[in-house]
Every structure is written in structure tokens, then in C-alpha cells.
């Protein structure tokens, strides 16, 4: 089942702050992050493999909340080089990842 | 150590005719996985191979759609007598592992148009 996204698209101004949340209906054993800029292959993020891990990559973490079978995504003090549609995946009983809808990121100067 | 190589880059049909893309993954890698995107969409999920073998094919319509990964040489996915609807773009990844727990590693994708 897919997991889903929210919000859809945002919109920020370069040093503001985002959080992309992830969920799903099913139970989740981890989550993977990727960010795909336009007309690009996706991109490789983080993996979280734990309930209650978080991790972190420059100004980009993540958390992951096993028990709400959710993970959010924090981008701190926004870069232009953050634009780009973000995706959560998890794998499913069939050990393939399946991706969320996406947030489309836009940051402006 | 190249990455995942996908080629044709752009490849353009006319409604009827088949389109084969393929897919060569990271050295070492023996998970392949087909992904479709539409403009300003997600990832869909098609089809999932090791070497030789179809793991998963839940995401692959059942009619003119196929994919294969033979021991030697890189994974193909063929889809017969296009239409325009087929019209996307296709990214293969792979990993060394099941991917709960690696990474998955894209290529650049085959853009596929149906005239």
C-alpha cells in the first residue's frame, strides 16, 4: 500500500524551515528518503531502520515513529539546492519499495 | 565504479510499435527494480527481478508488458504495440540486497514517447 505525503508542495524562502511527514496504514520496518530535481533520477537520502531513530545529513533529518507507522522530514535553514520532489518509500511484504505521491520543495532566493 | 546505466536515454515510438529499455545495474548488484513515472507524478512500482528471476510483477499490467533479467547482460523491459498512454518516464534502480535495509540506486531513466 502507498504510503502518503503531506503536504503536496511548498513553497519556501531560502533559511526557512520545512517538515515533510510520511505515513502509512500498514506497519512499518523502515523508511527511505529520496529527492528527485527536475527531469533527474531520484536521488538517495536516509534509511531508517528503527523506531525512534533519527538521523541526520547537513541540514536534512529525519525521524521515525514506529509506533504512529510515520516518519517526517526536516530541512533546516533551506538552500536553493533543495528544490526538488521529495519521496518516502517503504517496502512491503513483497520486498520491493513502494513511494509515496511526493512533496514538490520549491525554495526562493 | 559506474552506476546504473540506462539506455536509450529518450526514445521515441509511433503507436503499435515495441519499445525495449534497458538496464544495466552497479557492479555487484543483483536486485533490479522498474519504476514508471508520469509527468509531475510518482513512482509506480512495476517489477521487481534478481538474475533470471521475476520476484514481483504486481505493478506490471498484465497485457504487453514484460521484463526479464538474464544471467548474462543487462535487465530489458519490452512493451509491445505502444500506445500513447505508455508515454513516461522509466527508471530502473538496484541494490546488493533486499531493499528494506540498502539503499536503492537509480539511473538516469528512459524517457519514453509514444507519437
Known amino acids: 500500500q502507498q504510503p502518503v505525503q503531506s503536504p503536496q508542495a511548498v513553497i519556501l524562502r531560502e533559511g526557512e524551515d520545512a517538515v515533510i511527514n510520511c505515513s502509512s496504514s500498514k506497519a512499518l520496518y523502515s523508511v527511505h528518503w529520496y529527492r528527485q530535481k527536475h527531469g533527474e533520477a531520484p536521488v538517495f537520502l536516509m534509511i531508517l531502520l528503527k523506531g525512534g531513530e533519527q538521523k541526520g545529513h547537513d541540514k536534512i533529518s529525519a525521524s521515525f515513529n514506529e509506533k504512529k507507522q510515520q516518519s517526517s522530514l526536516y530541512l533546516t535553514a533551506s538552500q536553493l539546492s533543495y528544490s526538488g520532489t521529495y519521496f518516502c518509500g517503504v517496502p512491503n511484504a513483497g520486498n520491493m519499495l513502494t513511494f509515496g505521491g511526493g512533496t514538490r520543495l520549491m525554495v526562493k532566493p | 565504479n559506474a552506476g546504473v546505466m540506462q539506455n536509450p536515454r529518450h526514445l521515441v515510438r509511433r503507436r503499435g510499435q515495441e519499445a525495449r529499455l534497458r538496464c544495466s545495474p552497479m557492479k555487484g548488484h543483483s536486485h533490479v527494480y522498474w519504476y514508471r513515472q508520469l509527468p509531475e507524478e510518482g513512482l509506480k512500482f512495476m517489477v521487481y527481478?534478481?538474475?533470471?528471476?521475476?520476484?514481483?510483477e504486481s505493478g506490471m499490467p498484465k497485457e504487453r508488458f514484460s521484463a526479464e533479467f538474464p544471467k548474462e547482460g543487462p535487465s530489458i523491459l519490452r512493451i509491445q504495440q505502444v500506445v500513447r498512454g505508455d508515454s513516461a518516464a522509466y527508471f530502473c534502480?538496484?541494490?546488493?540486497?533486499?531493499?528494506?535495509?540498502?539503499?536503492?540506486?537509480f539511473g538516469s531513466g528512459t524517457q519514453l514517447s509514444v507519437l
Open positions: 534502480a538496484s541494490s546488493p540486497a533486499w531493499p528494506g535495509e540498502e539503499k536503492l540506486f
Open positions: 527481478l534478481q538474475k533470471e528471476n521475476i520476484i514481483d
